[in-house]
Each structure stands twice: as structure tokens, then as C-alpha cells.
Nanobody, 122 residues
Framework: QVQLVESGGGLVQAGGSLRLSCAASGTFFSIGTMGWYRQAPGKQREVVAIVTDNGSTNYADSVKGRFTASRDNAKNTVYLQGNGLKPEDTAVYYC????????????????WGQGAQVTVSS
């Protein structure tokens, strides 16, 4: 089994910063792409940032220039640094990891973190 445990989140004033972490643990062969998603009340879950296993990143247009995603492969951890936060960034943030559990079987399973509430006050 694989677990993703998130930390960080909380209440931040507009213009402030926040850092989220997500650590994967359990038994597996490797982790592929990791990423961050968010879901605001009444809205669908949307992608925020994706980090490939070699560190390449992609961001949603709404967070480009303000958010930075990174990962530490030695720690099986992905991070999300958010700067210049806006009230519209308020949401529950979920980390995602595509995990390859068996060496000889190139199949990846999606795992999700428990979610971290981020609230940005104006």
C-alpha cells in the first residue's frame, strides 16, 4: 500500500505565502509524475501544477509566476510554494502521485493525499 501525507495549509492573508508538502510512503518500485490539484467549494477539482520524475514542471495559467512546484526524489516528496496568494486560491489542495508498484510491470496507479485546506482572506 502507498500513502500520501500532506502538510501545510491554513489561513493566509492576500498577498501572503504558503508551502505545502506531500510525502509518499509504503512499498513501491518508483514514482512517476507527481502533482497538485485543488477543489474550491462548488467547483470541480482542477490541476494546479505537475512535476515529472525528472523535475520538469507545468502550471495552470491561473498560478503561473506565483506558484512553484518541486520534488525531492530521495524523500519521495513533492512541494508547492505559493506566493502572492489571492482569495480565488482558496480551496482544498490535494497531492497526486502516479506510482509504479512492480518493477516488471510498467503500470502506474494514482494515489491521492488527504487534502489540505488553504484559505486566503482579502
Amino acid at each position: 500500500q502507498v500513502q500520501l501525507v500532506e502538510s501545510g495549509g491554513g489561513l493566509v492573508q492576500a498577498g501572503g505565502s504558503l508551502r505545502l508538502s506531500c510525502a509518499a510512503s509504503g512499498t513501491f518500485f518508483s514514482i512517476g509524475t507527481m502533482g497538485w490539484y485543488r477543489q474550491a467549494p462548488g467547483k470541480q477539482r482542477e490541476v494546479v501544477a505537475i512535476v515529472t520524475d525528472n523535475g520538469s514542471t507545468n502550471y495552470a495559467d491561473s498560478v503561473k509566476g506565483r506558484f512553484t512546484a518541486s520534488r525531492d526524489n530521495a524523500k519521495n516528496t513533492v512541494y508547492l510554494q505559493g506566493n502572492g496568494l489571492k482569495p480565488e486560491d482558496t480551496a482544498v489542495y490535494y497531492c497526486n502521485a502516479k506510482v509504479r508498484q512492480i518493477a516488471y510491470y510498467a503500470y502506474y496507479t494514482d494515489y491521492w493525499g488527504q487534502g489540505a485546506q488553504v484559505t486566503v482572506s482579502s
